[in-house]
Protein backbone atom coordinates (compact mmCIF):
# COMPACT_ATOMS: atom_id res chain seq x y z
CA UNK A 1 0.00 0.00 0.00
CA UNK A 2 1.31 3.36 -1.13
CA UNK A 3 1.75 5.80 1.82
CA UNK A 4 2.88 9.40 2.84
CA UNK A 5 3.34 10.29 6.10
CA UNK A 6 4.34 14.07 6.72
CA UNK A 7 5.89 15.20 10.35
CA UNK A 8 6.99 18.20 11.78
CA UNK A 9 4.70 20.26 11.84
CA UNK A 10 3.78 22.35 15.15
CA UNK A 11 3.52 25.89 16.83
CA UNK A 12 6.31 28.52 16.07
CA UNK A 13 6.49 32.23 16.84
CA UNK A 14 7.36 34.80 13.90
CA UNK A 15 10.52 34.34 12.18
CA UNK A 16 11.06 30.72 13.24
CA UNK A 17 12.13 27.55 11.76
CA UNK A 18 10.70 24.24 11.23
CA UNK A 19 11.73 21.19 9.07
CA UNK A 20 8.84 19.32 7.70
CA UNK A 21 9.40 15.65 6.44
CA UNK A 22 7.35 13.18 4.39
CA UNK A 23 8.51 9.93 4.49
CA UNK A 24 7.13 7.05 2.25
CA UNK A 25 6.17 3.38 2.79
CA UNK A 26 5.15 0.66 0.23
CA UNK A 27 6.75 2.46 -2.45
CA UNK A 28 10.60 3.50 -3.27
CA UNK A 29 10.84 7.57 -4.44
CA UNK A 30 13.58 7.10 -6.46
CA UNK A 31 10.92 6.87 -9.58
CA UNK A 32 8.91 10.02 -7.93
CA UNK A 33 9.04 13.54 -8.12
CA UNK A 34 7.57 15.46 -4.71
CA UNK A 35 5.32 18.25 -4.47
CA UNK A 36 4.39 20.12 -0.96
CA UNK A 37 1.25 21.96 -0.69
CA UNK A 38 -0.42 23.70 1.82
CA UNK A 39 -3.70 24.77 2.66
CA UNK A 40 -5.04 27.66 5.03
CA UNK A 41 -8.59 28.06 6.64
CA UNK A 42 -10.95 29.33 4.17
CA UNK A 43 -8.44 29.11 0.99
CA UNK A 44 -7.53 27.00 -1.82
CA UNK A 45 -4.73 24.47 -1.70
CA UNK A 46 -1.82 26.17 -3.56
CA UNK A 47 1.64 24.79 -4.50
CA UNK A 48 4.48 25.65 -2.22
CA UNK A 49 7.51 23.92 -3.40
CA UNK A 50 8.45 20.63 -5.61
CA UNK A 51 11.49 18.62 -6.19
CA UNK A 52 12.49 16.14 -9.30
CA UNK A 53 12.61 12.19 -8.80
CA UNK A 54 16.54 12.78 -8.49
CA UNK A 55 16.73 15.77 -6.48
CA UNK A 56 18.58 18.30 -9.39
CA UNK A 57 15.80 20.55 -10.11
CA UNK A 58 13.37 22.63 -7.37
CA UNK A 59 10.70 25.19 -7.72
CA UNK A 60 9.25 27.31 -5.69
CA UNK A 61 6.25 29.71 -5.22
CA UNK A 62 7.10 33.23 -4.80
CA UNK A 63 5.78 33.49 -1.71
CA UNK A 64 8.31 31.12 0.03
CA UNK A 65 11.07 31.93 -2.22
CA UNK A 66 14.51 32.17 -0.22
CA UNK A 67 12.54 31.08 3.05
CA UNK A 68 11.74 27.72 2.25
CA UNK A 69 14.34 24.86 1.25
CA UNK A 70 13.10 21.18 -0.38
CA UNK A 71 15.34 18.72 -0.46
CA UNK A 72 15.82 14.87 -0.19
CA UNK A 73 17.43 11.67 0.77
CA UNK A 74 16.21 8.78 -1.55
CA UNK A 75 18.24 6.55 0.36
CA UNK A 76 16.06 7.13 3.49
CA UNK A 77 12.83 7.57 1.07
CA UNK A 78 12.18 10.93 2.90
CA UNK A 79 11.79 14.44 1.41
CA UNK A 80 12.21 17.46 3.38
CA UNK A 81 11.22 21.19 3.55
CA UNK A 82 13.44 23.50 5.57
CA UNK A 83 11.06 26.15 6.79
CA UNK A 84 12.94 29.64 8.23
CA UNK A 85 11.99 32.94 8.90
CA UNK A 86 8.15 31.72 9.00
CA UNK A 87 5.25 34.11 9.09
CA UNK A 88 1.63 33.95 10.17
CA UNK A 89 0.54 33.70 6.97
CA UNK A 90 2.40 30.62 6.51
CA UNK A 91 -0.16 28.85 9.05
CA UNK A 92 -1.79 26.12 7.25
CA UNK A 93 -2.09 22.18 6.53
CA UNK A 94 1.24 21.29 4.61
CA UNK A 95 0.67 18.25 2.46
CA UNK A 96 3.51 16.40 0.86
CA UNK A 97 2.53 14.60 -2.95
CA UNK A 98 4.08 12.16 -5.40
CA UNK A 99 4.00 11.97 -9.06
CA UNK A 100 5.65 8.78 -10.84
CA UNK A 101 7.48 11.53 -13.10
CA UNK A 102 10.71 12.61 -13.35
CA UNK A 103 10.18 16.18 -12.93
CA UNK A 104 7.79 18.07 -10.07
CA UNK A 105 4.90 20.90 -10.82
CA UNK A 106 3.18 22.66 -8.29
CA UNK A 107 -0.40 21.99 -9.55
CA UNK A 108 -1.92 19.64 -7.67
CA UNK A 109 -3.79 17.81 -10.03
CA UNK A 110 -0.35 16.58 -11.25
CA UNK A 111 0.11 14.42 -8.20
CA UNK A 112 -1.21 10.82 -7.57
CA UNK A 113 -0.70 9.89 -4.16
CA UNK A 114 -0.83 12.40 -1.10
CA UNK A 115 -0.45 12.53 2.78
CA UNK A 116 -2.51 13.52 5.37
CA UNK A 117 -0.82 16.69 6.13
CA UNK A 118 0.75 18.42 9.25
CA UNK A 119 -0.60 21.51 10.96
CA UNK A 120 1.93 24.37 10.93
CA UNK A 121 0.86 27.06 12.76
CA UNK A 122 2.87 30.59 13.09
CA UNK A 123 1.67 32.41 15.82
CA UNK A 124 3.23 35.11 19.11
Known amino acids: QLQLVESGGGLVQPGGSLRLSCAASGFTLDYYAIGWFRQAPGKEREGVSCISSRGGSTNYASSVKGRFTISRDNAKNTVYLQMNSLKPEDTAIYYC?????????????????WGQGTQVTVSS
Open 97 to 113: AARPRSWGTLFDDDYDY
